[in-house]
């Protein structure tokens, strides 16, 4: 493990390079370019805001500026998270020509795929604290909980990602399962809703571990509420158990990559 | 510094194991596969296994240069593969001693929607080369290409020669330990494969270890003291470069000489005055002696020789019949030998001389066989395929 950190601390430039190939080959050809780091969260708050408007109509309540700072710092980070899942899920097919060719860390493609969605959502975290300074929405201690929440969010996704990213290169059928997975996980996540309108079933929502990260965000950010600290902990010991358990894996099966793409 | 006891690079019985066809590539393949070993049947695939590398032994002190040698699917890329760490062995063991720079493709890495540029620090990032060391290296590594003015163009525009020129430049750069070059020198046009051989050469000569697979023989003895040659995954010689080299050649000539053709050459031998010899100086004497064996009666035919350069160009063809021999008459198990007497007026480079029997009367060939590949060097740098011994005087 140490040694491992060593290693990859050698390579750090490559790590970041990687990661710079990543950026700015998304952006270099697209007319939008960076924007598109703000276009995608934002569509997604849109899509929030349409659902909080028709509870509150079936409700018969008002759309209040709350709920919309509400659903934002929910919907930034779910994008990173879908983001950065699909993209370290196809980071090592879509370099097979240096997988198959050149010896280096190969973690370095899911490591560089989460952190060039990383930086998008740094960008889209800039942008959103503007928006919610522009609704009114008042500082607290709690912002303290945003960046240990945000940590958590950062280790489940590398987790999860290193262990697609091999899954998939030795069976194609995991890119398909994790894109309908992503695309239904929103139902089972709470980033259009709390999970605290649920009652009684809450607890089902926050077994998974992205929930207590978007509820704690929201709770923190948006309300000036503590977080549900004991599914925080809950949140960050599966993250780093999956951390763990995906790099372990990982190594395992690198010295196989190259024959079995 | 170099001795014996300093070794780089080690195989200790090294053999590497691959799938024929499909592995299963999709959850579909995999349940059945699955189910049928649950229910206690043998799984089908040993039979599509094969063997890329067997029992390969070798160690190789600091600061040689050994090239490796053998048909296409002999196994040298493997080796290569696994030295550099991108494969296991599936048994044996090996160790490298330093910091490892393979050249298994040029290039590979680069993006073709990133410059030139952008390319030269990502590849030497992917080569191990930190960003510092990079932007010190940077204009020597442009200058090396030749790309100066298309170096803010994105690799996408470049020609694959270009392509191949930034690729081995960056490489050529990172001033590993051992060296692993293969096939490069196949791209890019004859001064930028010359260049190659001198960065090269200046590797070597700094300390490093390098190994050099090629099918242009002539580059591997003249950069490599030390040869292995391969066969279906075995090693079958190791030691100085021109005898291995030979062996290789001889091998090449059996092969020809398989199969139940009614009339084979039995000996094929390319001689110098002292015996036998691939390497020629230009304009020496070399002397061709060929035997011919008949398994079945075959009447009135003729011996063709024939030289080719390494384009496969004909440059030369002399035949028994229109130098004046008789055509020969042979039954099963008779013989005959030629020899014939050359003056190697050739350029530099390698060539290959081939053999044909033809009956010139009904023009019908009776196979041809694929000879040996020799080398020809001169002191002087002449191009082409001939030597003209050319004499400059200022006027």
Known sequence: MIAWLQDLYRRRDLLYMITWREIVIRYKQSVMGFLWAILMPLLIVGAGIVVRAAFAYVAGTKLVTSDLADVSVRAVPWAFFVAATRFATNSLIGNVNLVQKIYMPREIFPLAAVASNFVDFLVASVALAVFLILVGTHPSGYLLWVPVLVLILLTFTIGLGTLLAAASLFFRDVKYLVEVFLTFAIFITPVFFSVNIFARFRTFLLLNPVSPVLEGLAQTIAHQQPPPEIWVGYSAAVSVALLVIGLAVFKRLEPYFAENV | ?395
């Open chain 2, 1 to 395: 510094m170099a001795g014996d006891s300093q070794i780089t690079l080690a195989m200790r019985s090294v053999s590497k194991r691959f799938k024929k066809g499909e592995l299963h590539d999709s959850l579909r393949d995999l349940i059945p596969a699955l189910t049928r070993r649950l229910l206690g049947r043998a799984p089908k695939e040993d039979r599509r296994e094969f063997w890329a590398l067997k029992d390969v032994s070798f160690e190789i002190p600091r600061g040689q240069a050994v090239g490796i040698v053998g048909d296409n699917g002999a196994g040298k890329s493997t080796i290569l593969k696994i030295l550099s760490g991108i494969m296991k062995p599936t048994s044996g063991e090996m160790a490298v001693h330093g910091r490892l720079s393979a050249l298994i493709e040029v290039g590979a890495g680069f993006h073709p929607d990133l410059t030139g540029r952008e390319n030269v620090y990502l590849n030497g990032a992917i080569l191990g080369m930190n960003r510092a060391e990079v932007r010190r290296k940077f204009d020597e590594i442009v200058e090396f290409s030749g790309l100066a003015e298309f170096i803010d163009t994105p690799v996408k525009r470049y020609s694959s020669g270009m392509f191949a020129r930034l690729g081995f430049a960056v490489a050529a750069h990172v001033d590993p330990d051992v060296l692993i070059v293969d096939e490069v020198l196949s791209v890019g046009d004859y001064l930028f494969q010359r260049k190659c051989m001198e960065r090269m050469a200046v590797v070597l000569k700094g300390g490093a270890t390098v190994i050099f697979v090629s099918h242009n023989l002539r580059a591997v003895t003249d950069l490599c003291s030390r040869a292995l040659l391969l066969s279906h995954g075995h090693l079958l010689a190791d030691g100085p470069s021109t005898e291995v080299l030979q062996k290789y050649m001889q091998a090449g000539m059996e092969a020809g000489t398989n199969g139940n053709r009614p009339v084979y050459l039995s000996r094929f031998a390319l001689k110098d005055r002292s015996g036998d010899q691939v390497r020629f100086e230009s304009g020496a004497p070399a002397r061709i002696e060929v035997e011919i064996s008949a398994r079945q009666r075959v009447e009135r035919l003729s011996l063709v020789l024939m030289i080719y350069d390494d384009n496969q160009y004909q440059l030369f063809s002399a035949s028994t019949e229109r130098m004046g021999a008789p055509p020969f008459t042979l039954d099963p198990g008779q013989k005959i030998s030629y020899a014939f007497d050359l003056q190697m007026h050739l350029a530099p480079g390698t060539y290959r001389v081939a053999a044909a029997l033809y009956r010139y009367d009904v023009q019908r060939e009776y196979g041809t066989f694929q000879g040996t590949s020799f080398f020809v060097h001169s002191k002087d740098d002449i191009r082409g395929a001939v030597n003209l011994y050319p004499k400059l005087t200022t006027l």
